[in-house]
């Protein structure tokens, strides 16, 4: 057997469903998570525990659709670990957003920030990644009714934010 018949090894195949993976749930985390460093945070620890289980893994159907759980999973244990709130004595400096930035962009993901996370989770997944409710419902382990009325709520409290866009810009 030569080395180009060979097929590959679970770290090759790892590696390369990761090279494939990071983009497109990178997206998603920063959507969960909320800003970048932490959905950073966020992917690399769910990559972690997919690489834990990834000669198990491997042989599903749907590497994507069990990491977008594992991802979920994580930020709710995050947000449930962290507390609501920080108190520090002084209110950290905040970067002014780079040259380029979209408005709009920035106001979304401001929008997104100020809802509940399980609320957060529902939308980005219902709409951003187009998930049916059903799909939602299996990926938060919730019942569908819960993704329906945890949807309509969010959407309603982005609806506020967009008509006094004040709100977004105070938080």
Not at 69 to 87: K, Y
Request: aromatic share 6%; charged share 30%; glycine share 2%.
């Amino acid at each position: 057997m030569t080395d180009q018949t060979k097929p590959p090894s679970a770290d090759e195949s790892y590696v390369a469903f990761v090279e494939v993976a990071w983009q497109r749930h990178m997206r998603l985390a920063v959507l969960l998570a909320g800003d970048r460093w932490r959905a950073e945070e966020l992917l690399q620890d769910s990559l972690v525990k997919v690489y834990e289980r990834w000669r198990r893994l491997s042989r599903l159907d749907d590497l994507h659709a069990y990491l977008r759980r594992v991802l979920v999973n994580n930020h709710t244990s995050m947000w449930r670990r962290r507390r609501r709130e920080s108190l520090v004595a002084e209110v950290p400096d905040r970067a002014a957003p780079p040259n380029g930035v979209d408005p709009e962009a920035v106001a979304l993901h401001a929008a997104l920030r100020s809802l509940p996370p399980r609320q957060r989770a529902v939308v980005v997944l219902r709409h951003y990644e187009d998930l049916s409710e059903r799909e939602v419902a299996q990926v938060l382990g919730c019942s569908v009714g819960t993704v329906k009325s945890q949807n309509a709520r969010a959407l309603d409290k982005l609806r506020h934010i967009v008509d006094q866009p004040s709100n977004v810009r105070s938080r």
